[in-house]
């Protein structure tokens, strides 16, 4: 892992949860972005080096909206980044985590994500992320 590079937080609405977070952390939210493959909303901050993440679902089926029926509201993830977020499942995968798919998936913010099972964290979904090209 080179960085924690964001957190995500799951939140029920995100025009009720973006105010709240633009007055605490003191910064405007910089983009906010849909993931349809995900069934996802996303919105972003910047604070220092990380990034908060609040994401929103758009479905009832969506792991969003599995998550806050579960859970409840609160923190999703930790989002790590790596070099290679295909090497890293396949590297993880084999130190005995347990990846949730084996290929990269495009994710928000302009990434290719790998997320890994929370029961390989101590309860913790863990992501891998990565830069993509635009094209
Ligand atoms: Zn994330």
Redesign the pocket.
Known sequence: MRALE?I?IAVRSLQEAIPRWERLLGVPCYKIEEVPSEGVRTAFFRVGAVKI?LLEATRPDSPIARFLERRGEGIH?L?FAVDDVRQALIALGEKGFAPLHEEPRP??DNKW?GFFHPRSANGVLV?V?QDREES
């Open positions: 964001h995500g993440e993830h989002a994710g928000a994500v992501e992320c």
